[in-house]
């Protein structure tokens, strides 16, 4: 054999290996992450119970159900709407794996677009998965996933999407984001049936109160944020006194009225539920970051961010000891277990969620340490 054959041999041989290699990281990715629910989950549903044209497609998703032994009210709790922002996904999982409720019923979603943690955003760099040790030391792996709907699994993107129920129109790229899409409809894309199919299960379980755990950019206005529904200002400015008093800032914003097919807008609209969007700081979502890696999503340490808050650019304080993941899993689930309270209070549906890491545990520990 002539050398320039073997060489071409060598060569054809190293890009069929990459092209194994690569192919079976794609499929991987498929794969959902390993949730370990623990004794407080009752039963599991799959979002397709509620819509059955998304059962078989990698729109459905598992429903973790907490129902306590006395009658109450029920809440809905939305991890993974977008999965490139880890604290909602990570706080749904840590209610699954270690809530508890001894009155009323708690739904958990924590993967509420099941299909966008599937892929990464193109072009970002972002790692594919966040690992953390549990307290026997054993290592647990969630993926990191995009902010829209796997085009795999929903394409073409259209030049403009319009929001079916409004007419609103924004960029063709969001006809893949889950909160652009509510309240969804039965004959649209995959994106709007995981929407109506969420719509329907708030419908048909009298769902009380709905929260949707997000992240956001240090330099984006709204961040360290609860909005809220109008019929939801008062449960969540209730709210927001108790979480003060924990040492907890929270900014209280408007849902946009004429801002639709966000949770915040439209499941206030077209349902009797009083819902909640949150927001933390996060530095890998921003466009002042430096590496785009694991460490900066579980640390959110960034020296181009501390460099940031000295000029004056950013809505959120910033220094070397950055915003962790620790943080803002507590912050989440601090909120929760308040505006739980203060909707409590002022609906006289009784809920209440036990075995949650108050926001002072969370920050003094690990967040493997609640994990199963």
Not at 28 to 33: A, F, V, Y
Not at 36 to 60: A, H, M, N, Q
Not at 177 to 187: I, Q
Request: proline share 5%.
């Amino acid at each position: 054999m002539k050398k320039h054959q073997i060489t071409a041999l060598v060569c054809l041989v190293a890009a069929a290996a990459i092209a194994i290699y690569s192919g079976n990281l794609f499929l991987s990715l498929r794969k959902p992450d390993k949730i370990i629910p623990g004794p407080g989950v009752t039963e599991v549903r799959k979002l397709s119970d509620y819509f059955s044209e998304l059962k078989g497609t990698r729109g459905d998703s598992d429903i973790y159900i907490l129902k306590g032994a006395e009658e109450g009210g029920k809440v809905l709790v939305l991890g993974g709407t977008h999965p490139n922002e880890p604290s909602g996904y990570l706080s749904a999982v840590i209610m699954v794996e270690k809530g508890k409720v001894s009155t009323g019923e708690v739904y958990v979603i924590p993967r509420a677009n099941n299909s966008a943690f599937t892929h990464n955003d193109s072009q970002e760099a972002s790692p594919l998965y966040l690992h953390f040790d549990n307290t026997k030391g054993e290592e647990r792996a969630f993926r990191f996933g995009s902010r829209a709907t796997n085009p795999i699994d929903q394409w073409p993107d259209p030049d403009v999407y319009e929001h079916a129920a409004s007419g609103q129109q924004l960029s063709g790229s969001e006809t893949r984001n889950l909160n652009r899409g509510y309240p969804g409809r039965p004959k649209g894309n995959l994106t709007e049936q995981m929407c109506y199919a969420i719509t329907e299960l708030i419908k048909k379980e009298d769902i009380g109160l709905t929260f949707d755990l997000h992240e956001a950019s240090p330099e984006y206005p709204v961040i360290n944020a609860t909005v809220a529904h109008e019929k939801s200002m008062d449960i969540a400015a209730f709210g927001m006194f108790e979480l003060d008093m924990i040492g907890i800032k929270m900014q209280l914003e408007p849902s946009p009225v004429n801002l639709h097919g966000l949770t915040h807008r439209e499941l206030g609209d077209y349902t009797d539920t009083y819902p909640l969007l949150m927001e933390t700081a996060n530095a890998s979502q921003g466009r002042l970051r430096g590496a785009t890696n694991e460490e900066l999503a579980l640390t959110g340490k960034d020296k181009f961010y501390v460099s940031a808050q000295k000029l004056g650019m950013l809505y959120v304080p910033y220094d070397e000891n950055g915003h962790p993941i620790e943080e803002r899993v507590g912050r989440h689930l601090q909120s929760i277990q308040s505006y739980v309270s203060s909707y409590n209070d002022f609906t006289g549906e009784t809920v209440v969620l036990e075995n949650l890491p108050s926001y002072d545990e969370m920050l003094a520990g690990r967040l493997g340490d609640y994990l199963n």
